[in-house]
C-alpha cells in the first residue's frame, strides 16, 4: 500500500446537518477538526460554495475535503470559460464527484468523508448525501457522523417541507446542541449556510447556548448509593 | 517475529441490504424492490429505487452495494445507448441477459458486490427472469428473489408460482403485481433490511406500470 492511502483519517471533522425548508436548503457543522481527541483546529470552516448555487458540506478527513474542493472548482473553473450562459448545477457536481468518490474506492485509496451536497435546480430543492465508497442518495434531509445517530430521529419527528427559515434553524441548532452534549468529537461553535432562489449565504459562526448546571448532572454518579 | 501492520487495509465493500422480486406470468412480468437502504443498524434512505429502466421492456433489479449497483446500471445504459446507435434498435432481453453477465465478470477479480434480476418480455412477448450472482453466473427463471429477504421470500414463490409442496390440483394464476406485494409485506415483517415502501413494476405490451405500496417503517 502506497504512503498516501488514507487508510484512517488523522485531522476529522464531525457531523453535517443538512434540510430542506420552504424556500431553500439549511446547512449547519461546526467549525472544530480534531486530531485524535485533541480539538486541534477549533474555528475552520467545514462547508463551501461551489459556483453560485452548489453549497457542500463534509464530516471525515479535512484534507480530503479540501481536496473535493480543489476538484470541483477546477470543474467549475472549466465551466466558466465555456462563458455560454449555462452552469453547473449542484446535481451535476454531486454525480461527478460521486464518479470520484467511487474511482478512489475502486482503487483502495478512498477520500474518506461523508458528504452533502445541496442546491437549487430550476427553482427546485437539491439535496444528495454522498459517502467515501461513491453512494449518492437523495433526501429531504441529510446527517452525516454522529449526528446519524443523534439527529435523524430529531429531524424524522419534527421536519416538513413547508418548515420556515426561522422553524429550520431552530430544529438544526436543536440537533447541533444534542450533538454539543453527547459527541465527544463535536464543538458549541457553529455555522450555519444556506442555499435559497437568491443565492448561498455564509452566516458568522457562534457559540451555541448551552446549559451544564443541572442538579442531575452536578451530582451525577453511576452509584446508586448517591444518586 | 511477524511484523504487525498498525494500519487495517480500507474495505472497499459494504452490505445495504434490501431485496428484490420479479415473477413472470405468460406475456406479462412483475418486478418488485424495497425502497429502504442501510448500513449497519443505520437507515440511510427510506426511498431509494433499486430498479432501473434499461429498454422499453426490459428492466434491471439490484440488491447488494448500491455504489456498485448505481455504476453498474450507468454502465449498462451506456452500452445500451451505444448499441441502439449501432443498430438502430433496443437489444433483446437475451442481449441484455449476455451483456449483464459478461459485465459482471469483466470484474471477476474486483466484483460488483450486486446482485440480479434482469425482467423483461423477450422476442416471443413472453415475460420472462434471469437472475445472477454476483459475478456473472446467470439462468433464465420464471420468478426469482435476490437480496437480504431472499430466505424468506423463495419458499413462498416457490409454493405459489410453481405449486411446491401442494397436495391439491394447483395452477399458478394469481395477479403478480399483488404476489410481489404480499411477498414483501410478509418480508418485511422478519427482515430488518426490508421495508419502507415496495415499488412493483409491471410489465406488458402495453407498457411498464410503476406502483408503490408502504411497508413497515421500523
Same mark, same amino acid.
Given at each position: 500500500m502506497a504512503l498516501?492511502?488514507?487508510?484512517?483519517?488523522?485531522?476529522? #471533522?464531525?457531523?453535517?446537518?443538512?434540510?430542506?425548508?420552504?424556500? +431553500? *436548503?439549511?446547512?449547519?457543522?461546526?467549525? !472544530? /477538526?480534531?486530531?485524535?481527541?485533541?480539538?486541534?483546529?477549533?474555528?475552520?470552516?467545514?462547508?463551501?460554495?461551489?459556483?453560485?448555487s452548489t453549497l457542500i458540506g463534509a464530516s471525515g478527513e479535512y484534507s480530503d475535503f479540501q481536496e473535493i474542493i480543489r476538484l470541483l472548482r477546477e470543474k467549475e473553473q472549466e465551466d466558466f470559460i465555456q462563458h455560454d450562459n449555462i452552469s453547473l448545477s449542484a446535481a451535476h457536481y454531486a454525480s461527478y464527484l460521486s464518479s470520484i468518490l467511487y474511482?478512489?474506492?475502486?482503487? #483502495?485509496?478512498?477520500?474518506?468523508?461523508?458528504?452533502?451536497?445541496? +442546491? *437549487?435546480i430550476n427553482g427546485?430543492?437539491? !439535496? /444528495?448525501?454522498?459517502?467515501l465508497y461513491g453512494t449518492h442518495v437523495l433526501a429531504d434531509y441529510v446527517t452525516t457522523g454522529f449526528a446519524a445517530h443523534l439527529c435523524k430521529p430529531l429531524l424524522g419527528n419534527d421536519w416538513r417541507p413547508d418548515l420556515t427559515e426561522s422553524e429550520a434553524k431552530q430544529l438544526v441548532e436543536g440537533c447541533m446542541r444534542t450533538l454539543w452534549y453527547r459527541d465527544a468529537r463535536a464543538s458549541n461553535r457553529i455555522q450555519f449556510a444556506k442555499v435559497?432562489?437568491?443565492?448561498?449565504?455564509?452566516?458568522?459562526?457562534?457559540?451555541?447556548?448551552?446549559?451544564?448546571?443541572?442538579?442531575?448532572?452536578?451530582?451525577?454518579? !453511576?452509584?446508586?448509593?448517591?444518586? | 517475529m511477524v511484523k504487525e501492520s498498525k494500519q487495517s487495509q480500507f474495505n472497499?465493500?459494504?452490505?445495504?441490504?434490501?431485496?428484490?422480486?420479479?415473477?413472470?406470468?405468460?406475456?406479462?412480468?412483475?418486478?418488485?424492490?424495497?425502497?429502504?437502504?442501510?448500513?449497519?443498524?443505520?437507515?440511510?434512505?427510506?426511498?431509494?429505487?433499486?430498479?432501473?429502466?434499461?429498454?422499453?421492456k426490459a428492466v434491471i433489479a439490484s440488491s447488494g452495494m448500491v455504489t456498485d449497483a448505481q455504476n453498474l446500471h450507468k454502465l449498462l445504459l451506456a452500452r445500451i445507448t451505444l448499441y441502439k446507435h449501432q443498430h438502430?434498435?433496443?437489444?433483446?432481453?437475451?442481449?441484455?441477459?449476455?451483456l449483464l453477465s459478461i459485465t459482471l465478470y469483466s470484474r471477476r477479480f474486483f466484483p460488483f458486490y450486486t446482485f440480479n434480476l434482469l425482467a423483461g418480455l423477450n422476442e416471443e412477448g413472453q415475460g420472462a427472469v434471469y437472475g445472477y450472482d454476483a459475478i456473472g453466473s446467470f439462468d433464465e427463471l420464471k420468478y426469482g428473489v435476490q437480496g437480504t429477504g431472499q430466505e424468506l421470500c423463495m419458499s413462498v414463490l416457490d409454493n405459489q408460482c410453481k405449486g411446491a409442496n401442494r397436495t391439491d390440483d394447483y395452477t399458478f394464476t394469481q395477479d403478480p403485481v399483488e404476489l410481489i406485494r404480499d411477498v414483501f409485506t410478509s418480508c418485511a415483517e422478519r427482515d430488518i433490511y426490508t421495508g419502507d415502501a415496495v415499488t412493483v413494476w409491471d410489465i406488458t405490451a402495453e407498457g411498464i406500470q410503476q406502483t408503490s405500496i408502504p411497508l413497515r417503517r421500523d
Open positions: 498516501n492511502h488514507t487508510v484512517d483519517p488523522i485531522i476529522v #471533522g464531525a457531523s453535517v446537518i443538512a434540510i430542506k425548508y420552504a424556500d +431553500g *436548503i439549511l446547512m449547519c457543522t461546526d467549525t !472544530l /477538526a480534531s486530531f485524535g481527541s485533541m480539538a486541534r483546529y477549533k474555528n475552520i470552516p467545514r462547508m463551501a460554495a461551489i459556483g453560485n474511482g478512489k474506492r475502486n482503487k #483502495g485509496n478512498p477520500l474518506y468523508n461523508s458528504v452533502a451536497i445541496a +442546491g *437549487i427546485q430543492q437539491y !439535496l /444528495a448525501y454522498l459517502d435559497t432562489r437568491e443565492g448561498i449565504t455564509f452566516e458568522d459562526p457562534y457559540v451555541l447556548q448551552s446549559e451544564w448546571g443541572y442538579d442531575s448532572y452536578k451530582t451525577y454518579s !453511576l452509584n446508586p448509593l448517591y444518586a | 472497499p465493500y459494504q452490505n445495504n441490504g434490501g431485496t428484490v422480486a420479479a415473477v413472470a406470468l405468460g406475456g406479462r412480468v412483475a418486478v418488485g424492490g424495497d425502497t429502504r437502504i442501510s448500513v449497519g443498524y443505520n437507515i440511510i434512505s427510506r426511498n431509494y429505487c433499486k430498479i432501473t429502466q434499461l429498454t422499453s438502430g434498435t433496443e437489444p433483446s432481453l437475451k442481449a441484455l441477459s449476455k
